[in-house]
């Protein structure tokens, strides 16, 4: 069965940092492409972040580019998302999701992250 | 690629079909040939499901009474006699173009 379990949300202020975990289970971790999508309370779906098997490719919308960086350890099968200088708008909840063939078929539970002073 | 959901909000009848609506402002074949379009479920207080990918694959565990249909850029989730368990959020998601985009979602609710 797969799994994606993600840690690491809470509330900061304004221009602080935050690191996301997901923790992998039930599939190859290091053959797939991984992704970052976010919602905001009460909205719809964003694509924040995307990884390659390897992590030699990433992509990050403009939205968050040069402030959040994805990145992976294929060895824990685990997926990464460092967040810096975060905005009121970054409060969301962040989904790890799989990708496979150009779709998005297994989603975590997703990690609440609240930018508030 | 903007994604197009109508209606937004739909209430149905228990037992009654529903039908919801995707439009792409760019056609989704893509150059192998394939239609990358994704129908997503969100249960209230869950993370998205996938029910669909390219276009009509179900995905395992998904009832039969969801279908997907379309072409290009006009796309179609039905559901045949709507359940009580199908309340929730559906959007569609298209992987064709880089980046993925999402449509608004439409609001399924019972009457």
């Known amino acids: 069965e797969v799994q994606l379990l993600e840690s690491g949300g809470g509330l900061v202020q304004p221009g602080g940092s935050l690191r996301l975990s997901c923790v992998a289970s039930g599939f190859m971790f290091n053959y797939y492409d991984m992704r970052w999508v976010r919602q905001a309370p009460g909205k719809g779906l964003e694509w924040v972040s995307g990884i390659s098997p390897s992590g030699d490719k990433t992509e990050h919308a403009d939205s968050v580019k040069g402030r959040f960086t994805i990145s992976r350890d294929n060895s824990k099968s685990t997926l990464y998302m460092q967040m810096n200088n975060l905005r009121v708008e970054d409060t969301a909840t962040y989904y790890c999701?799989?990708?496979?063939?150009?779709?998005?078929?297994?989603w975590g539970q997703g990690a609440l992250v609240i930018v508030s002073s | 690629v903007v994604m197009t959901q109508s209606p937004l909000s739909l209430p149905v009848t228990l037992g009654q079909p529903a039908s919801i609506s995707c439009r792409s402002s760019?056609?989704?074949?893509?150059?192998?040939?394939?239609?990358?379009l994704t129908w997503l479920q969100q249960r209230p207080g869950q993370s998205p499901r996938r029910l669909i990918y390219?276009?009509?694959n179900r995905d395992l565990g998904v009832p039969d009474r969801f279908s997907g249909s379309g072409s290009d850029t006009d796309f179609t989730l039905k559901i045949s006699r709507v359940e009580a368990e199908d309340v929730g959020v559906y959007y569609c998601?298209?992987?064709?173009?880089?980046?993925?985009?999402f449509g608004p979602g439409t609001k399924v609710e019972i009457k």
């Open positions: 390219k276009v009509s």
């Open positions: 998601m298209q992987g064709t173009h880089w980046p993925f985009t």
């Open positions: 760019q056609g989704l074949v893509h150059t192998n040939g394939n239609i990358y």
């Open positions: 999701v799989k990708d496979h063939d150009f779709s998005l078929d297994y």
